[in-house]
């Protein structure tokens, strides 16, 4: 499990680069309603790696995680596509602070598999 984790991480750095190249596009773009068009089509790669680790955990039925944990990462998933509405510097600051809260995340459930 713990490798499955270090890996899901690694993807997710991965998946990170992916949006801040979109993000370039996205920005580029005035109106709202192309930058939506945009998300739409990227979400599903934006998304894979919170998507993976829930699917995992459900198929699993890892009960060393907590329903908290689960419930923060869906909630980074769903602050994601708000944040690429907004303007630039707030998808910044944004993309940093749910790259913080996705480690976070990674390292509690780890340490949680770690205690059982």
Do not use: W
């Not at 995680?65 to 600051?93: G, M, P, W």
């Amino acid at each position: 499990m713990q490798e499955k984790f270090e890996t899901e991480q690694e993807l997710y750095k991965l998946a990170e680069k992916f949006q801040r190249d979109l993000q370039k596009i996205i920005f580029s773009r005035d109106k709202t309603e192309e930058r939506i068009f945009l998300l739409c089509r990227a979400e599903p790669l934006l998304n894979i790696s919170i998507d993976e680790i829930s699917e995992f955990i459900r198929d699993k039925e890892l009960d060393a995680i907590s329903e908290e944990v689960l419930t923060q990462f869906a909630e980074l998933r769903r602050q994601n596509f708000a944040t690429y509405i907004s303007d630039s510097k707030a998808y910044s600051e944004a993309v940093q602070k749910r790259e913080k809260e996705f480690n976070a995340l990674i390292f509690r459930m780890r340490k949680d598999l770690r205690k059982k």
